[in-house]
């Protein structure tokens, strides 16, 4: 990535439900940040309840000022309406498509916690790609002529450039995952092995598409020689993925996956640390990134100002990352982790009785 720039402009969109909570929660950790970067924050419209004011979920004039005018964005959270509502498609959905957003990025980590007294110790990186599988929907019904019976089918779609491009993130973010350790003390790091990329596929079966996936991330490193050397590689089929990462999550440090097995993993991956309420993303592009927090709207909570703003700090440490501001997003996370290290602040999703402020308060106190 080029240098870092000095101001950074970061478009906000909290779209639903308790986004409106969070996002804001994560703008006053960004702005009390010392010795940063000097932010800029615009708030622009998107969401369900947009669309249903409007009729559209993502106007022309937020992409159009996240385009002109930032560096990044932060995104809140959308309702998923239960039924299909004609004219609505997600907005998130459609900001990865147009800022070619085609990773997401999702560290799964683990933090000693009185909140999580049977936490495994784990600290992985999830890179999902994001445009293609089986999300190019592209799918439909016949009736079988012979039965009289539907039969339904979808084409998945791989390609070697999507896969390239989200291997080859997978081995960078290895390597400075690496160098991020070695600032740290011996005893301090989690993860003591060489760097290792482990490669989903499911490529005994699908041998056509999975097997391109597979070949293409292999060949990043197997090009690359001296780039990558250093970095160990292992492949893991999505089935034992899945029972590997939930009996030994320790053994995983960036796991790299086509779209839908990264989707399943990742929600899987982020059972093993807590809530829903701590656990953050990043879709990155190569000129863009927008933080999200994995999490949804949560209208069963939204308004009362108890949701749970982690995820979302988090998620705006991961967009300073992305830009280049790695220090301070190290230290909004150091922050973070104190917080619940603590254990004495926490929201009610943890088990506390504290508010959404009352856990900014709280990171502000440890910055
Ligand atoms: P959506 O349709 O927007 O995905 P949902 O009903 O699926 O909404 P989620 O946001 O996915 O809701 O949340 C699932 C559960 O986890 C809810 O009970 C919600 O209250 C809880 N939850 C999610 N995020 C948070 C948070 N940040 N703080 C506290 N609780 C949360
Ligand atoms: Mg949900």
Redesign the pocket.
């Known amino acids: 990535a080029s240098a870092a720039p000095s101001t950074v402009k970061i478009g906000l969109i909290p779209a639903?439900?308790?986004g409106r909570e969070?996002i804001p929660a994560a703008r006053t950790v960004l702005e009390s940040l010392s010795d940063g970067p000097k932010f800029e924050f615009v708030n622009l419209d998107a969401g369900f309840e947009y669309f249903q004011k409007t009729g559209t979920a993502l106007p022309q004039e937020t992409l159009d000022v996240l385009k002109n005018e930032c560096n990044g964005a932060l995104f809140g959270?959308?309702?998923?309406p239960s039924h299909k509502v004609a004219g609505y498609s997600s907005p998130i959905v459609a900001l990865r498509k147009k800022l070619d957003l085609y990773a997401n990025v999702r560290p799964v980590a683990s933090v000693k916690s009185p909140a999580f007294p049977d936490q495994r110790e784990l600290d992985m990186l999830i890179i999902r790609e994001n445009t293609e599988c089986l999300y190019i929907k592209s799918e439909r019904q016949e009736v079988d002529p012979e039965t009289g019976l539907k039969v339904a089918w979808a084409d998945r779609k791989i390609t070697e450039y999507a896969s390239k491009r989200a291997g080859t993130m997978a081995f960078n973010m290895a390597l400075t995952r690496q160098k991020l350790r070695e600032q740290k003390p011996l005893e301090k790091r989690f993860w003591k092995q060489n760097p290792r990329v482990t490669i989903v596929h499911k490529s005994n079966v699908m041998s056509v598409t999975d097997g391109l996936w597979r070949e293409t991330v292999r060949a990043v490193k197997e090009q690359n020689p001296d780039k990558y050397g250093g970095v160990d590689m292992e492949e893991q089929l999505v089935d034992s993925m899945v029972y590997r990462m939930f009996r030994e999550p320790e053994a995983f440090d960036v796991v790299v996956a086509p779209n839908l097995y990264g989707d399943i993993i990742s929600d899987g991956a982020a059972a093993l640390v807590g809530?829903?309420?701590v656990v953050p993303s990043a879709n990155v592009g190569d000129d863009f990134v927008v933080g999200e927090?994995v999490?949804?709207?949560?209208?069963?909570?939204a308004g009362k100002g108890?949701?749970?703003?982690?995820?979302?700090i988090r998620s705006a440490g991961l967009l300073l990352e992305h830009l280049g501001h790695t220090q301070q997003a190290l230290k909004m996370y150091d922050a973070v982790d104190a917080v619940l290290a603590e254990g004495k602040i926490l929201?009610?999703?943890l088990g506390g009785k504290s508010t959404t402020t009352d856990v900014v308060n709280a990171v502000l106190k440890n910055l």
């Open positions: 639903d439900g308790i969070v959270a959308v309702s998923s809530s829903l309420g927090p999490h949804g709207s949560a209208p069963d909570i108890i949701a749970n703003p982690i995820a979302a929201t009610p999703d």
